[in-house]
C-alpha cells in the first residue's frame, strides 16, 4: 500500500516532458526489438543481460566479494563482447546502417499488397507442384536475414507467378537455391539457408526441406516449398513441417501467418456474411417451393 502511495505521489509530480520522454523510449525500443531477434544477437543480448542480472543480484545480497569482481569484470566487458561477438555485431551495424527511416518508423509499404503477393506465390506453387519442379520460397518477416540474402543474388523484383516459375526453371542458373520475399518484393535468388540437424524429420525429406525447416528455426521467417520427386507443397514454421497442402490450405496458412490480424479479422468476416447470405438464399428458395 505504502509503495503504491509513493508511486502515485511520484506521478503527480511528473512533468509532461517526462511522459513524452516515456513514451518515445518506448516507442525506440518496441521498433528496434524487431532488428535484433536473430540468433546472432540474441545470444549478445542473453549474455550481456544475464551478466548485469548477476552483478545485481550479488549487490542486493551484500555479496560484496563478488560484486566487485564482476564489477572490474563489467568494466572491461565490452571489449571482450567485441572480441567474442565481432560477426553478430558487425551484421547488426551494416543493418543499422543501411535501414531507412521510413522502415524504422514503419512508413515503408510493400509494392504489392500481402494478398496479392500470396496469391502470386500459391500459383506458382500450383503449376510448379503438378511439373514436379523443386521450390523454395521464403517470407521474412521481422527477424533480420541479410545473411542469407548476401549468399545469393540481388533481384528487388515484384513478386510475380512467372518470375518465381522462371527462377525454380530445372535449366536456371538459380534454381537450386532459395528466393527470399522481403518487404513485399523477391530481394534475392539462389540463397544458401541453414539446414536443420532436427531428428524429428522425416527419413524420405531430403536437403530442400531440411534448409526450409532450418530456416524457420533460425528465424521467423515462413518458407514455402515444393518437392522435386513428389510434387508435395509444404510449409515451414518456427521449426514445424505442414505437409501435403492443397493450393487452397497453402493459401489460408500464408494468410494466417503473414497478414495482418486485422486483414484476416476481415477476411473471416466478410466469408462468415457470404455463408450468411448462401444461407438465407436457401431458406427463401425453400420457402417459395
Known amino acids: 500500500m505504502e509503495f503504491l502511495q509513493q508511486f502515485i505521489q511520484q506521478l503527480t509530480k511528473m512533468q509532461w516532458s517526462d511522459y513524452l520522454d516515456i513514451i518515445l523510449v518506448a516507442f525506440l525500443i518496441y521498433k528496434l526489438i524487431p532488428l ?17 542480472v548477476v552483478t545485481w543480484l550479488t549487490e542486493v545480497m551484500h555479496l560484496y ?34 535501414i531507412r527511416l521510413n522502415r524504422l518508423f514503419g512508413t515503408e509499404k510493400d509494392t504489392l499488397p500481402m494478398d496479392s503477393i500470396i496469391s502470386e506465390t500459391v500459383a506458382a506453387c500450383e503449376v510448379m507442384s503438378k511439373e514436379r519442379v523443386g521450390a523454395l520460397i521464403v517470407f521474412a518477416r521481422h527477424s533480420i536475414v541479410d545473411d542469407y540474402t548476401k549468399t545469393g543474388t540481388a533481384i528487388d523484383g515484384q513478386v510475380s507467378e512467372q518470375l518465381l516459375r522462371n527462377i525454380f526453371f530445372p535449366k536456371a542458373s538459380l534454381h537450386d537455391g532459395a528466393v527470399i520475399i522481403q518487404n513485399g518484393r523477391v530481394a534475392a535468388a539462389g540463397c544458401v539457408l541453414p539446414l536443420s540437424d532436427t531428428h524429428r524429420l522425416s527419413a524420405d525429406l531430403g ?24 510434387g508435395a507443397v509444404s510449409v515451414a514454421v518456427s521449426g514445424m513441417l505442414k505437409r501435403h497442402l492443397a493450393p487452397q490450405t497453402l493459401e489460408r ?37
Open 65 to 98: 566479494a563478488l560484486n566487485f569482481l564482476l564489477s572490474q569484470l563489467l568494466a572491461v566487458g565490452l571489449i571482450a563482447v567485441v572480441v567474442l561477438f565481432q560477426p553478430e555485431l558487425r551484421r547488426m551495424l551494416d543493418h543499422l546502417a543501411d
Open 253 to 289: 496458412l500464408l494468410r494466417n501467418e503473414l497478414c495482418k490480424d486485422e486483414e484476416v479479422k476481415n477476411e473471416n468476416l466478410v466469408l462468415k456474411l457470404r455463408q450468411k447470405l448462401h444461407k438465407k438464399n436457401k431458406e427463401d428458395s425453400a420457402n417459395e417451393k
Open 207 to 230: 536437403t530442400r526441406h531440411r534448409a526450409g525447416v532450418g530456416m524457420s528455426e533460425a528465424s521467423d521467417a515462413v518458407v514455402v516449398i515444393v518437392s522435386e520427386e513428389t
Open 36 to 52: 535484433i531477434r536473430t540468433t546472432g544477437t540474441a545470444r549478445i543480448a542473453t549474455v550481456v543481460i544475464g551478466f548485469l
